[in-house]
């Protein structure tokens, strides 16, 4: 399984590629603000993208959305409890932010609850509701991989507050599902560089309860 990172977007959000070389099949994590480079890649590589998971629906998280849906017709996953965020620019927050455009993308073809395992790449890829950040934040878990949203970052946490945030809550779904987690695991977070859960649990302020 191979991942790739794609900063994209005016607040420089990852967004990923995750694909089998050999099957020519992917899936895209955030597919976030002009994601050209995101498609140009996908076309590069002859990839079938089987679906778009989104961690949340922030508008630096959906902003490539609709482009990317209508280009390979691949199914989006999302949480129950951010499925109007898609179509709504003031809950996704672009319509807030002066200077951008209001995004809004077609409803969701699957709606999660958290707990479900999905298959995709011939990899499991469970689901994990991690609210505080957002209503709806959800991390996927891939073996020892871990795409987190804006959840948890290297050294940091996401922001809380944001309508629908909230600090107490994210610390709770942090200590409780993603601190659970092997050491070893790979954090691949919403915005900044890669980290692993032992070097959080070692370093990150807000886990050691420094902050």
């Not at 659970?180 to 807000?206: A, C, D, K, M």
């Amino acid at each position: 399984m191979n991942i790739e990172t794609f900063v994209l977007g005016p607040v420089m959000t990852n967004a990923y590629l995750v694909y089998d070389h050999e099957k020519k099949s992917g899936i895209v994590v955030d597919p976030g603000m002009g994601p050209e480079p995101l498609l140009n890649r996908i076309r590069e590589l002859g990839l079938e993208i089987e679906a778009i998971l989104l961690t949340h629906a922030h508008f630096d998280h959906i902003g490539g959305l609709e482009e990317l849906r209508q280009w390979t017709g691949a199914p989006v996953y999302i949480h129950r409890a951010e499925t109007d965020w898609l179509t709504d620019p003031d809950q996704n927050g672009s319509g807030l932010w002066p200077g951008l455009p209001a995004i809004t993308c077609r409803p969701a073809e699957n709606v999660l609850s958290g707990g479900e395992t999905l298959s995709f790449l011939g990899e499991t890829f469970r689901v994990i509701h991690t609210p505080g950040h957002s209503p709806g934040s959800v991390t996927y878990v891939c073996g020892s991989v871990i795409f987190s949203g804006d959840v948890l970052f290297k050294d940091s946490i996401g922001r809380t507050d944001l309508p629908g945030g909230d600090y107490k809550t994210l610390m709770d779904s942090i200590h409780r599902h993603l601190m659970e987690l092997p050491e070893e695991t790979r954090v691949l977070s919403g915005h900044g560089p890669e980290t692993t859960i032992g070097r959080e649990q070692e370093h990150n302020p807000f886990v050691t309860g420094l902050i």
